[in-house]
T-cell receptor
Framework: GQNIDQPTEMTATEGAIVQINCTYQTSGFNGLFWYQQHAGEAPTFLSYNVLDGLEEKGRFSSFLSRSKGYSYLLLKELQMKDSASYLCAVRDSNYQLIWGAGTKLIIKP | IAGITQAPTSQILAAGRRMTLRCTQDMRHNAMYWYRQDLGLGLRLIHYSNTAGTTGKGEVPDGYSVSRANTDDFPLTLASAVPSQTSVYFC??????????????FGEGSRLTVL
C-alpha cells in the first residue's frame, strides 16, 4: 500500500529552526509537495521537489532523497504566524497526490 | 481575485437527505478535484476531473457523484447523506493534471455535518 508518514505534532520556539520530516512509500514517484494549512483554512502550496537535494525559498527549505524515500521541510527564524499544520504529499505513478496526515507545528514565544 | 469559491461554507443536514456542494473557479484551470479532510487522516481524493466533460473516481468515491459540464464548475453531490460523510470538503484546481509543479489551488472548504 501507499503510505506517507510525518510526526503528528511538534513544538518550537519563536526565532528558532525546526525540521519536519516526511517518509513515503508509494507506487512510483513524480514529485513531493509541502503545503501549509492554518487552522480552519485551506492548504496553500509551499514547495515542490522532484530531484534530490535542497530547494530554498526564503525562510523555508525543502529537501528530498528519493533513494531513502525521505523529505524534510526546514523552517528558519520561526515566527508566531508559522503555527500551522504542514502537509507532505507525494505524486505517484498515476499522477495522483497521496497525502500525509500533516504535522501540527506549535510556536511558543 | 476570486480563485476558487465553495458553497456552502458550513451545513448541517439530516441523514438521508440529498446535498450538493458547489465549486466554481475563475482561473480557467483544466483539472479540478474534490477532497475530504478528517482529523488524523490525510486529504483523501473523492473524485477528480482532468478536463471539462470528463470525471474520474478517487480513493473514496462511494456515496458521492460529480459532474463537469464546463471548465469553471465542479459540483459534488451526496445522493443520500450518512453520518460517516461528516467532514470538511475541499475543492481544488490545477492548470493541468499531472504536469509541472502540480500546485493545487484550494477553496476555503465546506464543513458538512450529517446527523
Amino acid at each position: 500500500g501507499q503510505n506517507i508518514d510525518q510526526p503528528t505534532e511538534m513544538t518550537a520556539t519563536e526565532g528558532a529552526i525546526v525540521q519536519i520530516n516526511c517518509t513515503y512509500q508509494t507506487s512510483g514517484f513524480n514529485g513531493l509537495f509541502w503545503y501549509q494549512q492554518h487552522a480552519g483554512e485551506a492548504p496553500t502550496f509551499l514547495s515542490y521537489n522532484v530531484l534530490d537535494g535542497l530547494e530554498e525559498k526564503g525562510r523555508f527549505s525543502s529537501f528530498l532523497s528519493r533513494s531513502k524515500g525521505y523529505s524534510y521541510l526546514l523552517l528558519k527564524e520561526l515566527q508566531m504566524k508559522d503555527s500551522a499544520s504542514y502537509l507532505c504529499a507525494v505524486r505517484d505513478s498515476n499522477y495522483q497526490l497521496i497525502w500525509g496526515a500533516g504535522t501540527k507545528l506549535i510556536i511558543k514565544p | 481575485i476570486a480563485g476558487i469559491t465553495q458553497a456552502p461554507t458550513s451545513q448541517i443536514l439530516a441523514a438521508g437527505r440529498r446535498m450538493t456542494l458547489r465549486c466554481t473557479q475563475d482561473m480557467r484551470h483544466n483539472a479540478m478535484y474534490w477532497y475530504r479532510q478528517d482529523l488524523g487522516l490525510g486529504l483523501r481524493l473523492i473524485h477528480y476531473s482532468n478536463t471539462a466533460g470528463t470525471t474520474g473516481k478517487g480513493e473514496v468515491p462511494d456515496g458521492y457523484s460529480v459532474s463537469r459540464a464546463n471548465t469553471d464548475d465542479f459540483p459534488l453531490t451526496l445522493a443520500s447523506a450518512v453520518p460517516s460523510q461528516t467532514s470538511v470538503y475541499f475543492c481544488a484546481s490545477s492548470p493541468r493534471a499531472g504536469e509541472g509543479t502540480g500546485e493545487l489551488f484550494f477553496g476555503e472548504g465546506s464543513r458538512l455535518t450529517v446527523l
